[in-house]
T-cell receptor, first 111, second 112 residues
Framework: SQQGEEDPQALSIQEGENATMNCSYK?????LQWYRQNSGRGLVHLIL?????REKHSGRLRVTLDTSKKSSSLLITASRAADTASYFC???????????FGAGTRLTVKP | NAGVTQTPKFQVLKTGQSMTLQCAQD?????MSWYRQDPGMGLRLIHY???????DQGEVPNGYNVSRSTTEDFPLRLLSAAPSQTSVYFC???????????FGPGTRLTVT
């Protein structure tokens, strides 16, 4: 079964608003990563947060990790139409090398 | 660097046919993996490799074979194609299994 589960499945906002998407996972992890996929293309890595980190920033992205709740959130601030894409979380388990992805959140940013 | 390349981009097979999806990377990455992506189901791991000569099964390995004879190449073989294998296939690589993955552009496979 998939390791990560994103919520919501779809999100539609106006340009300039913030977008928050959540990820829950099941087992102990080495790190958690977020990826973006534009329609029909390969995934692109956005940000990695280690299991001993609680928050990380990269430009307009902010990621939090709560290992006690096995959950993470991705915040995109001041969204742009170009942020329209699907966003996936992926977990790298401690005890093996298979990285598992969730089903993704489809974000639409309206101009 | 070309990154991760995949061939072909599109393929149509008839049920029962076999074929090999090619994947190559020029970043000297030890870790390589294959995923399939179906609508609404995210990416599911098929097989992965942590180095030349070493492969392991992922979440959905049935109907697929892999080998890793060199660091650069990681082909995925469909032994006897079935309509359930209609999907988009992505190859990815990284320095290790825990580092960020670099994805190829994908192969869109249709089995009729």
């Amino acid at each position: 079964s998939q390791q990560g589960e994103e919520d919501p499945q779809a999100l539609s906002i106006q340009e300039g608003e913030n977008a928050t998407m959540n990820c829950s996972y099941k087992t102990s992890i080495n790190n958690l990563q977020w990826y973006r996929q534009n329609s029909g293309r390969g995934l692109v890595h956005l940000i990695l947060i280690r299991s001993n980190e609680r928050e990380k920033h990269s430009g307009r992205l902010r990621v939090t990790l709560d290992t006690s709740k096995k959950s993470s959130s991705l915040l995109i601030t001041a969204s742009r139409a170009a942020d329209t894409a699907s966003y996936f979380c992926a977990t790298a388990p401690y005890n093996n090398n298979d990285m598992r992805f969730g089903a993704g959140t489809r974000l639409t940013v309206k101009p | 660097n070309a990154g991760v390349t995949q061939t072909p981009k599109f393929q149509v097979l008839k049920t029962g046919q076999s074929m090999t999806l090619q994947c190559a990377q020029d970043m000297n990455h030890e870790y390589m993996s294959w995923y399939r992506q179906d609508p609404g189901m995210g990416l599911r791991l098929i097989h992965y490799s942590v180095g030349a000569g070493i492969t392991d099964q992922g979440e959905v390995p049935n109907g697929y074979n892999v080998s890793r004879s060199t660091t650069e190449d990681f082909p995925l073989r469909l032994l006897s194609a079935a309509p359930s294998q209609t999907s988009v296939y992505f190859c990815a690589s990284s320095g290790t299994g825990h580092l960020p993955l670099t994805f190829g552009p994908g192969t869109r496979l249709t089995v009729t």
